[in-house]
């Protein structure tokens, strides 16, 4: 199956794409954080062609995408007052909220959880499928389980193909990583992955707000995740990365010491660390580096996504030159 190349600004195209989401394949899109893979999400047969096309674990649930809060509705049990605040204040966005789910919900997306992972997002050519189609749309981030995320349709083809039926191509993403994953099912509001809303923005929205330690450390094989992608491997190039708290002249003389063949810095701005962070670990692997030390972002605002990013990449490799940002 050769991947259909189609323009996500093209009307046409747009109502292709529906017509094969609506016959139960799977087309990848852009969304203003990463591309996904999109199927029917009330279809288990389609859902299950993510999973074989990923080579995704079983266990790991999908994100459903909608158009507003108001599409939410059949698919939980109901919507408590702090998703409506939620969805207000960032919703179309990179907001990705859990709730517990309604019986329309096939157990294959939520990968049998009692809760479903809800997201409008706020990209055009997503909000023009979605429209399109009518259906709420389940997809995950459109790379093989385990690469990083893929932020150019390139990237899509890259690894996906012979095994989906069409890309919108919608150009780079905006955002660069994805979106921020928070439970409502849970006493107390979750983070459970960080990403393009901030945990200083949700504080303002919600007041209390816990952090799952899976976001900042290594998960043993004992412990119990609150969200299952994050006890998988993830975003990991094939080279060995080490992540570096340090300078960049203490970084490179460190390297050389080690013997690394390259020291990746994405400067100091986190927006465009976000947005350069997938293709660069792409790019490590086109290149055939095998050792590679990274210089450590700050942890603030998207910071702290760009963090949790390179930690996993990492393996959890992590060395401090300096006191810690
Ligand atoms: O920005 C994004 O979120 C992108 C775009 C395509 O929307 N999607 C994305 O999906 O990153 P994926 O499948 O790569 O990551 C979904 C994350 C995983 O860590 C998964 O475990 C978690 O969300 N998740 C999904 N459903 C969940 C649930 N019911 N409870 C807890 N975590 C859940
Ligand atoms: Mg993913």
């Known amino acids: ?95 990705t909220i859990v709730l517990e789910k309604s019986a329309l919900v096939p157990e294959i997306v939520s990968a049998g959880l009692p809760t479903v992972a809800l997201r409008a997002p706020s990209h055009p050519a997503a909000r023009a499928l979605l429209r399109a189609c009518g259906l709420p749309l389940a997809a995950p981030s459109a790379n093989k389980s385990g690469s990083p995320s893929p932020t150019t349709s390139q990237h899509v083809v890259d690894d996906m193909s012979g095994r989906i039926a069409a890309v919108l191509d919608g150009g780079p993403c905006d955002i660069g990583v994805e979106s921020t994953v928070i439970t409502l099912a849970t006493p107390i509001p979750m983070l459970l992955r960080p990403g393009g809303v901030s945990l200083e923005d949700l504080k303002i929205v919600l007041g209390e707000l816990r952090i799952s330690e899976a976001v900042t450390r290594e998960l043993q094989a004992h412990e119990h995740a609150q969200s299952p992608g994050m006890k998988h491997r993830h975003y990991a190039p094939k080279a060995e990365l080490t992540l570096v708290h340090g300078s960049f002249e203490e970084i490179t003389r460190y390297a050389k010491e080690q013997d690394a063949d390259g020291v990746l810095d994405f400067g100091e701005n986190p927006e465009e660390q976000a947005r350069q962070l997938f293709a660069k670990l792409r790019e490590i692997d086109a290149l055939g580096l095998r050792k590679v030390f990274v210089r450590c972002p700050g942890k603030q605002g998207i910071g702290l996504a760009v963090y949790n990013r390179l930690l996993r990449a990492a393996e959890f490799r992590e060395v401090t030159l300096v006191s810690k940002q």
């Open 1 to 95: 199956m050769i991947i259909e190349h189609l323009c996500a600004s093209n009307p046409i195209h747009i109502a292709h794409a529906a017509d094969l989401i609506k016959q139960g394949e799977l087309v990848a899109i852009p969304t203003e954080t990463v591309y996904g893979l999109a199927a029917n999400a009330l279809d288990p047969a389609a859902v299950a062609k993510i999973f074989a096309a990923k080579g995704r674990p079983q266990d790991n649930p999908l994100i459903v995408h909608i158009l507003s809060i108001e599409d939410a509705a059949p698919l939980v049990t109901h919507i408590p007052e702090q998703a409506l605040s939620l969805a207000k204040t960032f919703w179309p966005g990179p907001l």
